[in-house]
C-alpha cells in the first residue's frame, strides 16, 4: 500500500500539500453521512433476511446470536486497536528520523535513508507482516533471562515499517513545504542546520503535517485485520471463529457488516477531523 505526495507552489511562495490517491482522500469520502446511513441499513436489511432464514430452518434468531458473539468481537477490535496505536507510534518516532535522513547534506545518509522509505513504501504490507512473522524469534534469552515476542508484538513491528516510510515522506514534504528565505533567515542569524530544523522549520510545518498522519493512521487502522491471517487474535479472527462455531450461513452478512460497522464507527471521527484540519491548515 502505498501513499503519494505531490507539491504545489503557491504565489505566496508556500508549498502546499496535495495527497495524490484515493487513500489520502479517505477523510473526504466518509464525510459523507450517507455512508454511515447505508452502512447501517445493510446491517438491519442484513439481519431481517437473516431471521427470515433463521426461521424457516428452525435455528435461534440471528439477532441474539449477532449480539451473544459482539463482546469476543469487541475484544478483539480491541486488539486491533492495540496494534494499530502502537504501530503508528513507532512508525511516527522512527519515520520522523527517517524523514530527517532524507533532506540531510550528508550524500550516504540521504541516499540510505530513500533506499529504505522507498523499500518499505512499495513493499505490500501483508508480506512484511509476514517477514517479521518468520524472521523475528518467538522469544530471546539473555543470560538468565527469558524475552517473548508473541505474535501480536511481531504483527505490530510488521505494520511499524510501512507506517514509517510514509511518516518519512510526510516530514520530507512537510519540511520542503517551508520557504527557502525561512532558511536563509535562520542561516544569517547564525543557526546551525539541527537549530533550524528544530526550532524554526519543524514548528511551521507541523500543523500540514497533521492532517496526512491522520489519514495515515486511519488507512493502519482499516488494514490493522491482516494480522489475523498469521494467527493474531484480532476482530476478524473472532467473527470466524465465531461462525465456525455457529456454522450458520444466514449469520455471514451480519457478522461481517457488524464488524464492518465498528470500524467505520471508529475511524469516521478521525477522519471528519482530518478534513477540517485539512481546510483549517490550507495555504491560502
Known amino acids: 500500500m502505498q501513499i503519494l505526495y505531490s507539491y504545489k507552489y503557491s504565489p505566496t511562495g508556500y508549498h502546499s500539500f496535495d495527497s495524490g490517491i484515493t487513500c489520502a ?7 459523507n453521512y ?24 428452525a435455528h435461534p434468531s440471528v439477532i441474539a446470536t449477532v449480539f451473544k458473539w459482539m463482546p469476543l468481537v469487541f475484544k478483539g477490535f480491541l486488539m486491533n486497536l492495540l496494534v494499530s496505536v502502537l504501530s503508528m507510534a513507532i512508525g511516527t518516532v522512527s519515520g520522523v528520523a527517517l524523514g530527517l535522513g532524507l533532506v540531510s547534506l550528508t550524500p550516504w545518509v540521504q541516499k540510505i535513508s530513500w533506499l529504505l522509505t522507498q523499500f518499505f513504501r512499495n513493499a505490500p504490507w501483508l508480506v512484511l507482516v509476514f517477514y517479521t ?22 504483527a505490530t513491528l510488521g505494520l511499524a515499517l510501512p507506517v514509517m516510510a510514509n511518516t518519512a515522506e510526510i516530514v520530507r514534504g512537510g519540511i520542503q513545504s517551508i ?19 528544530w ?24 488494514a490493522s485485520p491482516l494480522i489475523s491471517l498469521v494467527g493474531v487474535n484480532d476482530a476478524l479472527l473472532m467473527t470466524r471463529s465465531a461462525l465456525m462455531a455457529e456454522s ?37
Not at 186 to 193: G, M, Q, T, V, Y
Not at 200 to 219: G, R, S
Not at 252 to 267: E, G, H, N, W
Request: proline share 8%; hydrophobic share 55%; glycine share 4%.
Open 25 to 31: 482522500r479517505f477523510g473526504v469520502a466518509l464525510s
Open 34 to 57: 450517507r455512508v454511515g446511513v447505508a452502512l447501517f441499513l445493510a446491517f438491519f436489511v442484513s439481519l431481517a433476511s437473516g431471521e427470515a432464514l433463521a426461521a424457516a430452518a
Open 133 to 154: 512473522i518468520a524472521l523475528i524469534p518467538f522469544q530471546v534469552e539473555i543470560g538468565p533471562y527469558v524475552i517473548p515476542f508473541p505474535g501480536w508484538v511481531k
Open 179 to 197: 520557504p527557502l528565505g525561512q532558511w536563509e533567515s535562520a542561516e544569517s542569524l547564525a543557526f546551525s542546520r539541527f537549530q533550524t530544523i
Open 199 to 222: 526550532s524554526i522549520i519543524l514548528p511551521q510545518c507541523f500543523k500540514q503535517m497533521i492532517p496526512p498522519w491522520m489519514n495515515l493512521y486511519a488507512i493502519l487502522t482499516t
Open 248 to 284: 450458520r450461513t444466514e449469520l455471514l452478512l451480519p457478522m461481517y457488516t457488524a464488524l464492518l460497522i465498528l470500524f467505520f464507527l471508529y475511524c469516521y471521527p478521525i477522519a471528519y477531523y482530518t478534513v477540517k484540519l485539512e481546510r483549517r491548515f490550507a495555504i491560502k
